[in-house]
């Protein structure tokens, strides 16, 4: 059997050019059982651990280094924060380099925001998070031009539609102030269910329950393309655009503010990973090459190039 890295060199140019996929198979939009967000919130204690270190690395990059106007604290403001352990692992992190900092997550689901608070309350994190249930496609849960860092992980691929994903990017752009930074990062669709197979094949669990979420996930995702024009129609300025390599499992989107840190922090300032997600360690070192690439370039690829 080839190898997965060198099977994904040769399938990545075919992933990013291609104007046509399998239709997208959305997935219900809310999380809102209780069995539901218990099964969430226990993956996100262990198997998501990976992804939210790249995320919380990369947010840690993209924070700027001043609060806007002068204000006494920094606003990380997180839509769609399910049950705030990504919300938890930032506040942790990034309250090691910087101690001003708040952060306010909002989340459509009760029962999500239940979990949060408990989640948040058993880290003594109470008074640095709040969570609140809101719809983060319409609602401004922070004031205009006030979070200094807007961030989103694994949500839009919930929503109905791209017009929804629209309103959300024009939101957090809304909510953040002129010069602060934006960072939105999810799944991106395979163009063939063949790749769907072989991505969860080669990144999955193996557990045959968590394996069919999974390739739920990646079917309810959206396409490279459809991502180009996503990010046409939001129109915001100094949006970027990169792909993880060599899998492009993952959009990353994002703007950089004004006076960020722009610093890669070391890896021993996050929670350690989980022993024995021998993939996950080899992916986050990818996404560690590839944010430290990024930084080089001064921003990843611009969706004209
Ligand atoms: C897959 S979870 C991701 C949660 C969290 N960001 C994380 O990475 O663990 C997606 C979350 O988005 C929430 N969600 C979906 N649509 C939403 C909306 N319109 N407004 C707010 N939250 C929404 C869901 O309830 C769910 O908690």
């Known amino acids: 059997m080839m190898n997965p890295i060198d099977f994904f060199k040769i399938q990545r140019r075919f992933i990013l050019n291609s104007t046509k996929s399998f239709r997208r198979v959305p997935e219900k939009t809310v999380m809102d059982t209780e069995s539901e967000t218990r099964a969430y919130n226990l993956a996100g204690s262990l198997s998501m651990i990976p992804v939210y270190r790249v995320f919380t690395k990369i947010a840690c990059y993209l924070l700027p280094e001043r609060p806007h106007n002068n204000l006494s604290e920094l606003l990380v403001a997180d839509f769609g924060s399910g049950p705030g352990n990504l919300l938890i692992m930032m506040a942790r992190t990034m309250g090691k380099i910087n101690k001003k900092i708040r952060f306010l997550g909002s989340d459509l689901s009760k029962p999500m925001i239940d979990i949060a608070s408990e989640n948040i309350a058993s880290a003594n994190l109470d008074t640095k998070i709040s969570v609140l249930k809101a719809d983060c496609t319409k609602i401004e849960f922070v004031k205009r031009n006030s979070a200094d860092l807007s961030t989103?992980?694994?949500?839009?691929?919930?929503?109905?539609?791209?017009?929804?994903?629209?309103?959300?990017?024009?939101?957090?752009?809304?909510?953040?102030t002129i010069n602060g930074s934006i960072l939105l990062m999810d799944f991106v669709r395979p163009p063939t269910e063949e790749l769907v197979k072989m991505v969860v094949k080669y990144t999955g669990s193996g557990i045959p329950e968590n394996d069919k979420n999974y390739i739920n996930s990646l079917k309810a995702s959206f396409s490279f393309s459809e991502w180009n024009v996503i990010?046409?129609?939001?129109?915001?300025?100094?949006?970027?655009v990169a792909i993880t390599s060599p899998i492009p499992l993952f959009i990353v989107i994002y703007r950089m503010g004004e006076n960020t840190c722009k610093r890669i922090i070391n890896n021993s300032l996050l929670p350690p990973l989980p022993e024995n997600f021998t993939f996950w360690n080899r992916f986050n070192s990818m996404i560690t090459q590839f944010l430290i690439e990024m930084s080089l370039r001064n921003g990843g690829f611009f969706l004209s190039e």
Do not use: C, G
Not at 153 to 173: K, P
Not at 231 to 240: P, S, T, Y
């Open 152 to 176: 989103s992980l694994w949500v839009t691929h919930q929503f109905r539609s791209a017009s929804h994903v629209i309103d959300m990017i024009r939101l957090m752009n809304n909510l953040t």
């Open 231 to 240: 990010l046409e129609q939001a129109r915001i300025r100094d949006v970027k």
